[in-house]
C-alpha cells in the first residue's frame, strides 16, 4: 500500500507515462515500440516556429516561467515529488525518452529486451556517460539509482528488482507484467545521479547539490523566486548544448506572467508554461509561437469516504452531470479553444466510447434525479479547486449552475499545500481537479483509480481515501485486466472508462491543453512532442540573434 501510494505522489502532474509491450528484440530506433498503441494517444499539437535557416546558434539563457513551488531540494530524484519534478529537466536524464504519442526512444539507455515469460527487462546501456562530478555512469550505477527508488517506494510496484549483468548491462525483474513498464523509465523522477558523489558527501548535501549526466548543471537556486543551471562543457553528446544556461523563473499570478512575457532584456522570458485559454489568446503577437497538446479534462471528483453523504448515491452524482451546460462553459471562458468534455478520456485516445456514453445537458432530469435519491429541495456541498490548472471564473459558473437544480454551493480556492492535503487525505464535497489523459491511458486510471487488493485477506481498497460506493472489486479486475495485457487493448481500456462513466466517478467538466507561449527566437525546443516525464531536450534548444 505504501509503495502503491508513493508512486502516485511522484507521478502526479509531473509524469506522463507511455506504453510498451512484449518484445524480444532490441529498440533502437525512433519508431514506436512494439506493443505501445501511440494512436491512442492524444496528439493534438499545434507548434507553427518560424522558418530558420542555417546551423543553430551558440549561446543564451532560456528563461522559462514556471509555476512550480520552487521549494524542493532538487538533488535527489526519488524524493522529488509534483510539479516540481519538471525541475529536474536540465541536469536529470532518465534511461529512456517517452513522446506524447506514446512512443518510446532510447536515452542513456541505448537498447532495451523484454522477456514477459521471465518478466525482466534489460537495458544496455551508452557508454562514454560521465556526470558532472566526473565520474562515470555504468551498469552499477544504473542499478543502484534504481534500487534506490524501490526502497523509496516510489517506482512501479511492478518492479521488484534490479541486477548487474555486464559492465553496461542491467536486468530489470517485475513482480507482474505491466504493459506500461517501459515509460517508468523515461520519467525525470528515476534521473541517474552520481553513485559517487552521493556516497561521498552523504544525502543531506545531494539534496542540495545535483550531479547528473544532463546538458546543464546547477548554479543558483533561490527558493520560491528562480534556479539557474549553468552548461555542462563535458556534456557527452558532442557540440552540445547550445545554450549558456536555462533559468527557471517562480511565478504565479497571472498579470505578472502576462508582463514578463511581453518585455524584452533582462526582464523578459522566453517561455510560458500555461493552462490558461485566456493566456494564449491574450498574448498572441507576431513576436511569439504557440505551442500546445491536448491533456485531457478537469473534472469534479465527488468524495467517497463518507455513507451518509448525498455524493454516495448515483442519482445525485448523475443530477450534477445533468445540472452542468458545458457548451456554455467553453463558450464563456474556452476562448475558441477549451471544448466541452462529454466523456472521461477525450476522442483522441483509443479508450473513448461511443457517443452513446456522452455526457448531456438536461436540469429537468438533474431535478428529477435528485427528487429520486431523496433531495427534492436539493442539500449543500462544496467545491474545492485545484490552484493553477483550474479556471476560477468556471467553478463560479458551475456553482451557479447546480445551485439551479437546488444544489447549494460553497466554494473554496486553497493553496498548493492545502489542495494537496485534500488530495491525498480525503475530502468531503467535490475536488475541482485536472484529471490529465496520459499517453497510456492505463496510468491514467491506475493514477486517479487505483484499487489495491490485500491478497491475505482479499479487501478491497482506494488508496486515496476510504470508498463506500466505488465499485473497487468490479473496478480492480478491470484495471488487472488492461494493465497486464502483453499489450495495450483499447476495448480493456474502454472496459474500465465504462466503469467510471456508469458510476460517474468523476463528472468531466471541460478539455484543456498545456501550451507553451514561446518567443520567435527560441528553436527546437519540441515541448508538445514529449510527454510531461521527459518534457523537453534542452540540449537541442538555442536561440537565434536575429
Not at 510496484?157 to 534490479?162: H, K, L, M, N
Not at 507484467?177 to 558523489?197: G, P, Q, R, V, Y
Not at 485486466?481 to 487493448?489: F, H, L, R, T, V
Request: with cysteine; proline share 6%.
Amino acid at each position: 500500500m505504501k509503495k502503491a501510494v508513493a508512486l502516485v505522489l511522484a507521478l502526479i502532474l509531473a509524469l506522463t507515462l507511455g506504453a510498451c509491450g512484449r518484445d524480444t528484440k532490441a529498440n533502437t530506433q525512433s519508431s514506436p515500440v512494439p506493443g505501445s498503441s501511440p494512436s491512442a494517444a492524444g496528439t493534438d499539437n499545434t507548434a507553427a516556429p518560424p522558418a530558420v535557416s542555417g546551423a543553430p546558434e551558440y549561446g543564451g539563457v532560456l528563461r522559462i516561467v514556471n509555476t512550480s513551488e520552487g521549494a524542493t531540494p532538487l538533488g535527489v530524484p526519488w524524493e522529488v515529488i509534483g510539479i516540481d519534478v519538471n525541475l529536474i529537466t536540465p541536469y536529470g536524464e532518465a534511461l529512456l525518452l517517452e513522446k506524447t504519442s506514446g512512443e518510446i526512444e532510447p536515452w542513456l539507455a541505448a537498447d532495451w529486451k523484454i522477456d514477459t515469460t521471465n518478466l525482466t527487462v534489460t537495458f544496455t546501456l551508452r557508454q562514454d556517460v560521465k556526470f558532472t562530478d566526473g565520474s562515470d555512469f555504468n551498469a552499477d550505477v544504473a542499478a543502484w539509482n534504481i534500487q534506490q527508488a524501490i526502497d523509496a517506494g516510489i517506482i512501479n510496484p511492478a518492479i521488484s528488482g534490479v541486477s548487474v549483468t555486464g559492465p553496461y548491462e542491467i536486468k530489470v525483474q517485475l513482480d507482474n507484467w505491466s504493459n506500461t513498464i517501459l515509460s517508468t523509465f523515461a520519467s525525470h523522477s528515476f534521473s541517474m545521479i552520481s553513485k559517487e558523489a552521493f556516497e561521498k558527501n552523504g544525502i543531506d548535501w545531494a539534496r542540495e547539490n545535483p550531479v547528473g549526466t544532463g546538458p546543464f548543471k546547477l548554479k543558483e537556486y533561490v527558493r520560491g523566486e528562480r534556479i539557474t543551471y549553468e552548461k555542462n562543457e563535458n556534456y557527452w553528446q558532442a557540440g552540445k548544448p547550445y545554450l549558456d544556461g536555462v533559468e527557471y523563473v517562480f511565478i504565479r499570478d497571472v498579470m505578472t506572467q502576462n508582463a514578463a512575457v511581453q518585455a524584452s532584456g533582462d526582464q523578459g522570458v522566453d517561455v510560458l508554461n500555461t493552462n490558461s485559454a485566456e493566456q494564449m489568446i491574450t498574448l498572441n503577437s507576431p513576436d511569439i509561437y504557440l505551442d500546445k497538446m491536448a491533456i485531457g479534462p478537469v473534472s469534479l471528483v465527488p468524495s467517497s469516504n463518507n455513507p451518509d453523504s448525498p455524493l454516495s448515491k448515483l442519482e445525485v452524482r448523475q443530477a450534477i452531470s445533468y445540472a452542468i451546460d458545458r457548451q456554455s462553459l467553453v463558450d464563456a471562458r474556452g476562448f475558441g479553444i477549451l471544448t466541452p468534455a462529454t466523456q472521461f478520456i477525450p476522442d483522441t485516445w483509443g479508450a473513448h466510447l461511443p457517443d452513446s456514453y456522452n455526457l448531456s445537458y438536461n436540469t429537468e432530469k438533474a431535478k428529477e434525479l435528485l427528487a429520486q435519491a431523496g433531495y427534492p429541495n436539493g442539500f449543500t456541498t462544496k467545491l474545492i479547486a485545484m490552484p493553477g490548472m483550474v479556471d476560477k471564473d468556471m467553478v463560479v459558473a458551475v456553482q451557479s449552475m447546480l445551485q439551479a437544480v437546488g444544489i447549494n454551493v460553497e466554494l473554496e480556492f486553497p493553496d498548493s499545500g492545502g489542495y494537496s492535503n485534500y488530495r491525498f487525505n480525503g475530502w468531503e464535497g467535490m475536488l475541482v481537479q485536472h484529471t490529465r489523459s496520459l499517453p497510456a491511458i492505463a496510468n491514467t486510471f491506475g493514477l486517479y483509480f487505483d484499487v489495491k487488493k490485500d491478497d491475505a485477506t482479499g479487501a478491497y481498497s482506494y488508496i486515496y481515501m476510504p470508498s463506500t460506493w466505488r465499485p473497487l472489486e468490479e473496478l480492480y479486475n478491470a484495471e488487472q485486466a488492461a494493465g497486464q495485457a502483453i499489450e495495450p487493448d483499447d476495448k480493456l481500456l474502454q472496459d474500465v472508462h465504462k466503469i467510471i462513466m456508469d458510476n460517474m466517478i468523476c463528472i468531466p467538466l471541460y478539455n484543456i491543453y498545456d501550451a507553451f507561449i514561446i518567443k520567435n527566437n527560441v528553436h527546437d525546443t519540441g515541448f508538445s512532442q514529449w510527454g510531461a516525464g521527459t518534457m523537453f531536450l534542452p540540449a537541442d534548444a538555442w536561440k537565434s540573434s536575429k
